[in-house]
């Protein structure tokens, strides 16, 4: 008996001995792990300014390599304070040595608001956004609804009677004779800002752009003020650094325009990026500046002492030519550039500067005006219109250049005795029409047979006026010393 029961006691393992202090150690462990997990669930505060901390901002959450989150203000001004007083930092919890770059931001999944009725306002712009869904999840099902009806009503239409209504209602419109809506420039906009003084005007019709010199008051800076012509509320200002009033402006064929002035600079600009591309010292003010038309990288521009400089954008550092009238220069009140000949135009008339073969420029007279003060002239689709004062009338001449000529087109006179400081012309069609300011602060706009409309402009004197046509729509632009005036044709 007892020999059977030693063996079924051989059928059992022999106790396993389990350190007592590894027990202890493990369930300390699991304490302590279990605790930290509590103390993580509960902390939404920096330790060192016990505040919420933020997603973004200065005192976005940031941790350490050691683990221990902080505001980034507050842990940046702790490692500052440490490094000025020893030239070691450490962690504000655990002591462990840190850099000043060791901080990292970290993007938490869920942060708890530092105030909680912060979210009621929230809440109630999301109850509202579902009541609106609601409702238009409603008028989208009775839409549905009212389709299929039509859907229904068309399957039952008998084409032939459908076919006999529509002819019998054209008949009727075509027995009404009605007058033909004529079509003429609308006032669509006004628009100005306080402080500021408006100059010289250019429609750029590559970035859709009134492009308006402009003297700041309040900082006394000049630059230029740039309008969309469909919204002018989409404006901005451009620094151009020109030290005085800016006497006139030119656009390229793509985003940039050319300026200069009395603080006797030229300067090339980019009104994509609105910055000051390249810029001249020029001997005297100007008053006219032009692209050329056949070179994109020639600039050409009139001093008031009636010299012609003419320049490349790739030679930074001096000019191509310098050009002098040889006979009783005068200020130069307008130039154009275009089949390598340069159209200048002062009190006394016309001349021309025509480019050979040899890369020099030949001076030529024109006597297409004669006894006559020139006022003004405009170049524009390869022809030009000039103002003239004799006596009591204004003689305009349209006209276009032929070999190194000026062949008139036609002309007409007035007799307003109006100062005709400014002038423009457009070309709708075949037929070109010119504009240009009256007196009363009127503009008229007139073709070779007739006047086709006029215009009263209220306020201030008008500075400047100016015409595009963009994707078959025109614009037409007034612009004063205090704002701009943009209508539409239609």
């Not at 000049?222 to 005085?244: C, Q």
């Not at 006596?391 to 006209?399: F, G, K, N, Y």
């Not at 009263?456 to 004197?461: C, E, F, L, S």
Request: net charge negative; hydrophobic share 30%.
């Amino acid at each position: 008996m007892e020999s059977e029961l030693i063996d079924e006691e051989g059928d059992f393992q022999e106790p396993i001995q389990i350190p007592t202090d590894s027990f202890i150690r493990k369930k300390r462990q699991r304490e302590n792990d279990s605790d930290e997990e509590e103390e993580g669930t509960e902390v939404t505060a920096c330790p060192l300014c016990q505040t919420h901390w933020t997603n973004t901002g200065p005192h976005r959450i940031v941790n350490l390599k050691c683990g221990h989150v902080f505001g980034k203000s507050c842990i940046d001004s702790h490692i500052k304070d440490m490094l000025m007083k020893s030239s070691t930092a450490t962690c504000p919890i655990c002591n462990k040595y840190i850099t000043k770059s060791e901080p990292r931001t970290i993007w938490p999944s869920k942060l708890i608001p530092e105030n909680d009725t912060d979210l009621q306002p929230l809440k109630v712009q999301i109850q509202k956004a579902k009541e609106t869904l609601q409702e238009l999840i409603q008028q989208n099902q009775a839409i549905k609804s009212d389709i299929n009806l039509y859907k229904t009503a068309l399957d039952n239409l008998n084409p032939l009677h459908v076919l006999q209504d529509l002819v019998n209602q054209s008949n009727q419109l075509t027995s009404i004779k009605s007058e033909p809506r004529q079509e003429r420039f609308v006032l669509q906009h006004k628009v100005g800002f306080p402080n500021e003084l408006y100059g010289v005007l250019d429609l750029h019709p590559f970035t859709f752009m009134a492009i308006a010199t402009t003297y700041k008051a309040s900082n006394q800076l000049y630059g230029l003020r740039k309008f969309n012509l469909y919204d002018p509320a989409i404006t901005e200002f451009v620094p151009t650094h020109h030290t005085a009033p800016i006497r006139d402006i030119q656009h390229a064929s793509g985003e940039m325009v050319l300026t200069t002035g009395d603080d006797k600079t030229l300067k090339l600009i980019s009104t994509s990026k609105s910055l000051v591309v390249q810029s001249y010292t020029l001997n005297a003010p100007s008053l006219a500046c032009s692209f050329d038309e056949k070179n994109p990288n020639r600039l050409c521009c009139g001093l008031s002492t009636g010299v012609v400089m003419v320049y490349d954008i790739r030679n930074i550092k001096t000019h191509l030519h310098a050009l002098t009238k040889p006979v009783a220069p005068r200020t130069i009140r307008s130039i154009a550039c275009c089949d390598d000949t340069i159209v200048c135009l002062d009190e006394d008339g016309i001349y021309i500067w025509s480019l050979d073969g040899h890369e020099t420029y030949q001076y030529s007279f024109s006597d297409f005006i004669s006894n006559e003060r020139v006022l003004s002239a405009h170049y524009q689709d390869r022809t030009f219109y000039t103002v003239t004062s004799n006596a009591m009338q204004q003689q305009h001449r349209v006209s276009h250049l032929d070999r190194q000529q000026m062949v008139l087109d036609w002309s007409c006179e007035s007799t307003m005795t109006g100062s005709w400081r400014n002038t423009t012309h457009f070309k709708r069609n075949e037929d070109i029409f010119i504009c240009y300011c009256g007196q009363d602060n009127q503009v008229i706009i007139r073709d070779e047979e007739k006047e086709v409309q006029r215009f009263q402009m209220d306020g201030a004197r008008i500075n400047d006026i100016a015409h595009v046509n963009i994707n078959q729509t025109e614009f037409f632009a007034a612009l004063s010393s205090h704002e701009l005036l943009l209508y539409k044709y239609h």
